[in-house]
């Protein structure tokens, strides 16, 4: 059996690492699918703004002959991911997320996922892909939110608040990593 794992880069890791401290009050999409069934969003990005810009998170459905997986991309900007912007400075045509008040993010976990039983091309090998599926962050005032991959094809991700709905999704992951 083959394993292979397709982490975050460091850089990456290190943006995310960055929010320790940091307050989030909103959270920017270009456009939001709602379940209030299961208390989560999706969108193309989510981008959550401090007060060191926005940390952007999107997800990728990656698939080559041998193995496919989620991808979870992190990066920086001073404007919200997919977001226009007027002459005039303000934000056009944004979905966004209030978890006001908000208080300081005190702990951010990230959790793992795999993709398990892929077979190669050539039905030989057994294929488990490790991938970066999820950041939990937890505030001083012990409420928490969840970016991750939204396990469709479509290449959505999701942004969860709801604690149940946080333990269930994170249920089939493992921790991979931990800053306070």
């Known amino acids: 059996m083959r394993i292979i794992e397709n982490y975050l880069s460091n850089q990456s890791i290190e943006l995310v690492q960055q929010l320790?401290?940091?307050?989030?009050?909103?959270?920017?999409?270009?456009?939001?699918?709602?379940?209030?069934?299961?208390?989560?969003?999706?969108?193309?990005?989510?981008?959550?703004?401090?007060?060191k810009g926005f940390l952007n998170f999107?997800?990728?459905?990656?698939?080559?002959?041998?193995?496919?997986?989620?991808?979870?991309?992190?990066?920086?900007?001073?404007?919200?991911k997919e977001i226009k912007i007027s002459e005039e400075g303000y934000l056009l045509a944004s979905c966004s997320i209030n978890i006001t008040?908000?208080?300081?993010?005190?702990?951010?976990?990230?959790?793992?996922?795999?993709?398990?039983?892929?077979?190669n091309s050539e039905g030989k090998e057994l294929i488990t892909v490790k991938y970066d599926s999820a950041f939990l962050f937890t505030q001083e005032d012990g409420q928490q939110f969840l970016v991750g991959v939204s396990e469709t094809i479509a290449d959505l991700t999701l942004?969860?608040?709801?604690?149940?709905?946080?333990?269930?999704?994170?249920?089939?992951?493992?921790?991979?990593?931990e800053w306070m």
């Open 20 to 51: 320790i401290g940091e307050h989030v009050f909103m959270i920017y999409s270009n456009g939001l699918q709602v379940n209030v069934n299961l208390n989560l969003f999706e969108s193309s990005s989510f981008s959550l703004s401090s007060k």
């Open 159 to 177: 942004f969860i608040r709801d604690n149940q709905s946080i333990m269930e999704h994170l249920a089939p992951m493992e921790r991979r990593l």
């Open 58 to 80: 999107e997800t990728s459905w990656i698939d080559f002959d041998d193995y496919e997986y989620y991808q979870l991309e992190v990066s920086q900007s001073k404007t919200p």
């Open 101 to 119: 008040p908000s208080s300081a993010i005190s702990r951010i976990q990230l959790f793992e996922d795999k993709d398990v039983d892929e077979w």
